[in-house]
């Protein structure tokens, strides 16, 4: 084989799967070739093709007929092979098939196909999927629904040929009429479509990087920069230096880059931390991307508030790796993603992590204000700061992170003794402050 690797490919042999098979399976395939059930009489070959005269006469054929047929396997009532035929003349058994959506097919199909391949692709259009009933002549398109519409568009514009080929099952003409056709349809369509694996939120990040995809490339970059990988070898680029290793990168991708997260900016730093909490190798191989994510959104909190928050990143590490040993390793990294309010799932990992970095102080005789609270360790159950009085240690979580009571009664506060929210006396702050004009107005 030509060796023909870039960086966006890694080509070997696909004997090399084949090698991998069981000896079972290496030889043969155990249950044979069949054809809705029926075994192979006959596998077509050139030969055959030539001595029964299967490319003689095909206009005089595809007139007589509405078809041209390469037939490929046999069995006792059933041919399997390439049809040739125009895009029209096919029935849909609206029974069992997929709807018929204008604006899929035109998402599909148009301009703005969010990749790099736009337009009606005979590529991926590729062969529809059709049953010739050769008794009664029905011909039913069981699996080719848009595609198919695709290809009576493209042709009535006389963009392609007016005939296309597809993979068709013939009934045979002289088959029992206890086959029915609508059930050999139905039968393949399911069997086409539950067998099929989509890809993994992980594969699909890579054949988009490896496409040049801009978004999930600028994604790409920004797990580099902070040395973070996703569950796949498929990356390579992202093994090197010791990364940390992400889970949920569909929705990562989609939210790392909001502005109340930093737009990216403190993966780094998040990345870094994680690292040093020390957590043993096997609570430390995998982290959810809400707790890298909802780390993010503390230390967003620090930048956008100015330090207000009082929020110090290396005590929220020495909390961490503390939370894990006093808890008996309970506090493992994804301890932190659970429970999240509906809608806030940010905010509230970096309020359930606050918490235990506010318990980390209690642990080391922090002066702070000790709000009512159910703490899971008796030993604490005074130390979850709801509120910080008069410039005591401790994160402010009631007014830096506006969560819901029945999210806080779900992770053990008590709320009914929640403090007052601090209230800030802008009393010592000069009147002009207040004083803003149109033209400010409108500049602003």
């Keep these: 084989m030509t060796k023909f690797n870039t960086k966006n490919s890694k080509f070997y042999p696909i004997e090399d799967d084949y090698d991998k098979l069981s000896?079972?399976?290496?030889?043969?395939?155990?249950?044979?070739?069949?054809?809705?059930?029926?075994?192979?009489?006959?596998?077509?070959?050139?030969?055959?093709?030539?001595?029964?005269?299967?490319?003689?006469?095909?206009?005089?054929k595809l007139e007589r007929d509405g078809?041209?047929?390469?037939?490929?396997?046999?069995?006792?009532?059933?041919?399997?092979g390439l049809v040739l035929k125009a895009p029209t003349g096919s029935v849909i058994d609206k029974l069992y098939n997929r709807d018929f959506y204008p604006k899929h097919f035109e998402k599909l199909f148009g301009s703005d196909t969010g990749s790099d391949v736009k337009g009606f692709d005979p590529v991926l259009a590729t062969?529809?999927?059709?049953?010739?009933?050769?008794?009664?002549?029905?011909?039913?398109?069981?699996?080719?629904?848009?595609?198919?519409?695709?290809?009576i568009s493209a042709s009535?514009?006389?963009?392609?040929?007016?005939?296309?080929?597809?993979?068709?099952?013939?009934?045979?003409?002289?088959?029992?009429?206890?086959?029915?056709?609508?059930m050999v349809a139905n039968v393949y369509?399911?069997?086409?479509?539950?067998?099929?694996?989509?890809?993994?939120?992980?594969?699909?990040?890579?054949?988009e990087v490896r496409a040049d995809n801009p978004q999930a490339c600028q994604c790409f970059s920004a797990l580099v920069g902070a040395n973070i990988r996703i569950a796949t070898d498929k990356l390579p680029e992202l093994d090197e230096g010791s990364p940390i290793t992400m889970t949920g990168i569909a929705l990562f991708r989609s939210e790392y880059q909001g502005k109340g997260l930093g737009r990216g900016r403190h993966l780094p730093e998040v990345v870094k931390s994680l690292k040093k909490v020390k957590w043993p190798l096997s609570e430390s191989k995998t982290y959810s991307m809400y707790l890298i994510l909802g780390y993010?959104?503390?230390?967003?909190?620090?930048?956008t508030y100015n330090g207000d928050f009082g929020f110090d990143n290396e005590i929220m590490i020495k909390a961490l790796a503390w939370g894990y040993n006093e808890y008996e390793g309970e506090a493992k990294?994804?301890?932190?993603?659970?429970?999240?309010?509906?809608?806030?799932?940010?905010?509230?990992?970096?309020?359930?992590?606050?918490?235990?970095?506010?318990?980390?102080?209690?642990?080391?005789?922090?002066?702070?204000?000790?709000?009512?609270?159910?703490?899971?360790?008796?030993?604490?159950?005074?130390?979850?700061?709801?509120?910080?009085?008069?410039?005591?240690?401790?994160?402010?979580l009631d007014e830096y992170l506006d969560l819901p009571d029945s999210f806080k009664t779900q992770v053990g506060v008590d709320v009914t003794k929640s403090s007052k929210k601090v209230e800030y006396d802008f009393n010592g702050l000069d009147e002009s402050f207040f004083e803003t004009t149109e033209t400010e107005l409108e500049t602003a």
């Design 23 to 60: 000896d079972k399976y290496k030889e043969k395939i155990p249950s044979g070739v069949r054809i809705y059930g029926e075994k192979v009489d006959k596998v077509y070959n050139i030969k055959d093709w030539i001595n029964e005269g299967v490319f003689e006469n095909i206009e005089e």
């Design 67 to 80: 078809f041209w047929l390469i037939p490929l396997y046999e069995t006792q009532n059933f041919i399997h």
């Design 127 to 151: 062969v529809g999927d059709l049953l010739i009933d050769l008794r009664t002549f029905l011909n039913v398109n069981w699996d080719a629904r848009h595609r198919g519409v695709g290809f």
């Design 156 to 182: 009535k514009g006389g963009q392609v040929g007016d005939n296309q080929f597809n993979n068709t099952i013939l009934i045979k003409k002289t088959a029992p009429k206890d086959i029915r056709p609508e």
């Design 189 to 207: 369509f399911k069997i086409k479509n539950d067998s099929a694996k989509d890809l993994s939120p992980e594969e699909k990040f890579v054949a």
């Design 296 to 303: 993010c959104k503390l230390l967003q909190l620090s930048e």
């Design 333 to 396: 990294p994804n301890y932190y993603t659970t429970p999240r309010a509906n809608g806030l799932a940010y905010p509230s990992v970096a309020y359930n992590m606050g918490r235990m970095y506010n318990r980390y102080l209690v642990s080391q005789g922090a002066d702070v204000y000790r709000g009512g609270d159910k703490e899971m360790d008796k030993k604490y159950n005074v130390g979850d700061i709801i509120h910080v009085e008069d410039n005591g240690e401790g994160l402010n």
